[in-house]
C-alpha cells in the first residue's frame, strides 16, 4: 500500500476534458475518500500546453489515414509538469490504451502500492507513438474494446486502486473476498428477507455454523468459477479439498 505519511495516493489526469472528471468522484465511496485527503484527483487540461492560440492538441498523421493523432509536444510539456510536482522523481507515467497490459486485479493491487501517478487518456486516433515509446512509463488498457477517449479508462483505474486503500472502503474484509481478490469468481450473497417470492435462502447461510458457511461460499465460488470462468482456476491457488470437490463437479454429468 502507498506510504500512509506521504499523503493521499495522488492520480494526475491528462485529458482534454477535465470536466469530466468532476461528477464521478463526487458521489459515494470515491466522494469520501476525497474528502477523507486518503485520495486526490488531480485533472491537468493538455490544451493548456498547446503552444497556438487555437490550443491545438491534435494533427494529421504522417502517411495518411483517416483521423487525427494527439501531438507529442502538448502531452510531454503537460507531463513534465505534472511530474515537477510529484513526491517522488519515480512518479510513473501511464498511458491508458487498447494496445496496454490488461487492468486485471492483480495489476490493480500493484498500483496500491504507488503513491503518485500521472494517468494519460488518448482522444482522436489515439497517440504520436514517440509518447509511448519516450514518455510513457506503462501502458494500461481496460478490456479488448475500443472507447473514444481514455477518460473513462482512468476513472475505472482511479475507482479499482482507490477501494484497495485503507480507509476508503468501510471494512477491508469487504474486499478481501471480491471476486478475482481470492483468484476466483465470489461466491453468491444474499440479504433479507430469508424468503422472498417463495425463493429461499440456502439454509446453511441461515444455520450461524461459521464453519459450514465458510466451506459452503467456497465451494459455491468454485462452482461459479468453473462455469463462467473456468480459465481463472488455472492461476487460482486451490487446495486438495478445493481440488476433489472441482473433480467431482467435472465428473457430474448434471454440472454444467
Ligand atoms: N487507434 C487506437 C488503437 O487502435 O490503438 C485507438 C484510439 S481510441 C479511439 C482513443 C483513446 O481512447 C486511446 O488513445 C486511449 O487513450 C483510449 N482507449 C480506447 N480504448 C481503450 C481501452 N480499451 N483501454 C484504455 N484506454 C482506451
Not at 129 to 139: A, F, G, K, P, S
Not at 213 to 227: D, F, N, Q
Amino acid at each position: 500500500m502507498a506510504d500512509a505519511l506521504a499523503g493521499p495516493t495522488r492520480f494526475h489526469v491528462l485529458t482534454i476534458f477535465p470536466t469530466m472528471f468532476v461528477s464521478p468522484f463526487s458521489e459515494g465511496i470515491m466522494a469520501r475518500a476525497i474528502s477523507n485527503e486518503l485520495v486526490e484527483v488531480r485533472p491537468h487540461d493538455i490544451r493548456d500546453y498547446a503552444p497556438d492560440r487555437h490550443r491545438t492538441v491534435d494533427d494529421y498523421p504522417f502517411g495518411g489515414g483517416p483521423g487525427m493523432l494527439m501531438k507529442a509536444a502538448p502531452l510531454f510539456d503537460a507531463v513534465e509538469a505534472a511530474r515537477s510536482t510529484a513526491r517522488s522523481a519515480d512518479c510513473p507515467v501511464i498511458l491508458l490504451s487498447p494496445q496496454g497490459r490488461p487492468l486485471t486485479q492483480a495489476v490493480v493491487e500493484e498500483l496500491t502500492r504507488v503513491p503518485e501517478m500521472v494517468l494519460v487518456c488518448g482522444r482522436y486516433e489515439g497517440v504520436d507513438e514517440r509518447v509511448r515509446d519516450y514518455l510513457v512509463t506503462d501502458e494500461i488498457s481496460i478490456g479488448d474494446y475500443v472507447l473514444s477517449g481514455g477518460e473513462l479508462a482512468a476513472m475505472v483505474l482511479i475507482d479499482a486502486v482507490s477501494r484497495l486503500l485503507p480507509g476508503v472502503v468501510g471494512s477491508i474484509e469487504s474486499t478481501e473476498d471480491d471476486s478475482f481478490t481470492t483468484g476466483l469468481i465470489q461466491h453468491p450473497q444474499y440479504t433479507r428477507p430469508a424468503e422472498y417470492r417463495s425463493w429461499r435462502v440456502p439454509d446453511t447461510l441461515l444455520s450461524g455454523n461459521h464453519a459450514e458457511i465458510a466451506r459452503w461460499r467456497r465451494r459455491e465460488s468454485l462452482r461459479k468459477t468453473l462455469r463462467r470462468r473456468p480459465d481463472l482456476l488455472e492461476t487460482a491457488e486451490l487446495t486438495d479439498d478445493d481440488e476433489k470437490y472441482l473433480h467431482q463437479l467435472r465428473q457430474d454429468q448434471t454440472f454444467h
